[in-house]
């Protein structure tokens, strides 16, 4: 790698970390439990947001859902008893941004005990992602697909 490519290299880990280090100061105002070792690779973000659509796509239970973003969150909030028994486990949060910077890594539990908040920085209440939370392996998660007319919650554990 020549220097010019090192640069240029060098310049985007930098906006990455420049970029995680904001949403740490953001979250921390509201949730405190984001580090900066709480974001995953990009590269692993990708490939874990390809593997849940495609599991998704695949899913027998999926349930239509009306838009209206406060019923949708209570929809999610009612399945915390559900989930409590992956409380103590980290999960991968999807978000607006984590092509840039990587998806993070929260407590199942903290992701319902500041769901509105996360919701609120994911961009889904803005109407401009979708909700998910999902086990690095996929063996359980949570997701809130968005269309125009309608929503889908889909729900494996």
């Known amino acids: 790698m020549n220097n010019k490519e090192h640069r240029r290299e060098r ?3 930098l906006k990455i970390k420049s970029k ?5 100061k953001t979250w921390n105002q509201v949730i405190n439990c984001i580090e900066v070792d709480s974001f995953i690779s990009i590269e692993d973000t ?7 659509y ?4 695949k899913l027998p239970n999926q349930e ?7 019923l949708n ?11 409590k028994i992956f409380f103590d486990e980290n999960a991968i949060v999807l978000h607006y941004e984590d ?10 539990e903290d992701f319902f005990k500041y769901l509105d908040s996360i919701a609120e920085f994911c961009k889904f209440k803005e109407g401009y992602s979708d909700l998910v939370l999902v086990d690095e392996n ?8 968005r269309y125009e007319y309608f929503n889908k919650l889909f729900v494996w554990y």
């Open 64 to 70: 239509k859902i009306n838009t209206d973003v406060e």
């Open 20 to 24: 995680i280090n904001c949403i740490c």
């Open 73 to 83: 969150l209570d929809k999610v909030a009612n399945l915390e008893e559900v989930f």
């Open 54 to 57: 495609n599991k998704i796509d």
């Open 99 to 108: 092509r840039e910077c990587g998806a993070i890594k929260i407590k199942v």
């Open 138 to 145: 996929l063996k359980y998660g949570i997701c809130v697909e």
């Open 11 to 13: 310049i985007k880990e």
């Open 46 to 52: 990708i490939r874990i947001s390809e593997e849940v």
